[in-house]
């Protein structure tokens, strides 16, 4: 094969098949457009961090760097530090989960142990179900291997079992595997629900019934706005369960640390992948995070958090509730970063963010969350980082983008 190395096409034939086939994504232009200067941001489910302790943290650095930098500039164990593991069981416990340190494996952030859970378990052409919506990334990281995504339909009691029972049949008279399910049982992102109780043994038991493992991704748990934590879905299915946790949303992404809990036949499989992803996750982050949580003040922090994050939540509500047209609906989420938009007929979410955008504000359209073009008339807010002012301004210029779009 003879490459022209100055087309454009050039490239094309050098990557994968995989990779080639992949759809592109409008709204990587949406997210490109949130770092404008000025823009003000929905789209982004960034924290707030404004509350972190960056004195002490210094601190910390500088006792780490003092005491153990041999240790945290060189390289470590591949499934993660000791110390930090045993934080990851303490906060594991908090929903339920009994697990030894030796267990977990830290990853650098849990789009990463996603992304290695899904390396050792999907082949080419396996389903996976997934909440609709659900998390683009989530979703990105199985169809990267090649999965095809079957979206279950939820309400307001998050996916609903009888239809997952229901969509697995159907995919198993179609002649395919069904590998698993993905699911973000709690402030699901991005419509914000919750997995009610009876529903998480329901869907356990179908899973295990039909042969499905579970990912059970949970980056937001310790975030509900009234401190409230719900029981995990790994305790009572530890065999088919990967449990993906993440100190992104409860304390900051910069430090990119994450974690899995496999369940343990899938262990030595999984740390082997992370070898070959990453050889191990970072030393002195590690220690940093591990630092930051052997202070119990962490817990007085999460609570400002979750004050805050509903301040925001209740300032969007009650904006919206002003400015947008009649016919505008939204869920109710008792805690995390999102809010799930449904808009009255006639108005495509996709098509007027440009205005939107041109306007100064910022949100993601519905259909970044489905992979079967589904969700035009809906939207995403994230309301955690914007401040209070920014939200009221930016729903106001959303609202009037909305309400033109239906008058014209
Ligand atoms: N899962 C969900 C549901 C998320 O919303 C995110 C971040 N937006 C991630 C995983 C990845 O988080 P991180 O890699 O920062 O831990």
Not at 90 to 116: K, N, Y
Not at 172 to 198: C, D, H, M, W
């Amino acid at each position: 094969m003879t490459v022209p190395l100055d087309t454009a096409l050039s490239y094309q034939c050098f990557l994968s098949d995989r990779v080639r086939a992949a759809k592109p994504s409008e709204v990587r232009k949406v997210f490109r457009a949130a770092q404008r200067p000025g823009m003000i941001s929905f789209a982004n489910g960034a924290p707030y961090l404004g509350g972190l302790p960056f004195d002490r943290l210094a601190e910390d650095a500088q006792r780490i760097l003092q005491s153990r930098a041999a240790e945290a500039f060189q390289y470590g164990a591949s499934d993660g530090v000791p110390e930090l593991r045993a934080h990851i069981v303490d906060i594991m416990r908090l929903e339920g989960i009994e697990a030894d340190a030796a267990d977990a494996v830290v990853t650098a952030g849990s789009q990463q142990a996603l992304d290695i859970a899904a390396r050792i378990t999907i082949n080419p052409g396996d389903v996976v179900f997934a909440e609709g919506p659900s998390y683009a990334g989530g979703m990105a990281v199985f169809t990267s291997y090649e999965a095809e995504i079957v979206h279950v339909p939820s309400d307001a009691d998050g996916l609903i079992p009888a239809e997952l029972e229901r969509l697995s049949a159907e995919v198993r008279a179609a002649g395919k595997t069904a590998k698993g399910l993905y699911t973000i049982p709690n402030f699901q992102n991005p419509g914000g629900v919750n997995l009610s109780v009876e529903r998480r043994g329901e869907v356990g038991r179908i899973c295990r019934d039909q042969g499905l493992l579970i990912f059970e991704d949970n980056p937001y748990g310790l975030l509900g706005f009234e401190g409230q934590t719900l029981p995990a879905i790994q305790p009572q299915f530890p065999d088919i369960t990967f449990y993906f946790g993440s100190f992104s949303k409860m304390f900051a992404p910069g430090l990119r640390l994450g974690w899995v809990l496999p369940p343990a036949a899938f262990r030595g499989e999984l740390v082997k992948a992370s070898e070959t992803a990453q050889l191990n996750p970072s030393v002195f982050t590690q220690l940093l995070m591990s630092a930051y949580l052997d202070d119990p003040a962490w817990r007085d922090t999460l609570d400002t958090y979750r004050a805050l994050y509903r301040e925001k939540y209740q300032t969007l509500v009650e904006t919206l509730s002003a400015v947008m047209p009649a016919g505008t609906a939204w869920n109710a989420p008792t805690g995390g970063f999102y809010l799930w938009i449904t808009l009255p007929e006639g108005l495509d979410a996709e098509q007027l963010v440009y205005e939107c955008i041109e306007r100064g504000a910022v949100y993601v359209p519905g259909t970044a969350f489905y992979t079967d073009g589904q969700g035009r008339n809906k939207m995403r807010m994230s309301f955690c980082l914007p401040t209070l002012e920014q939200i009221r301004q930016g729903a106001a210029i959303i609202g009037e983008v909305f309400r033109e779009a239906l008058a014209s």
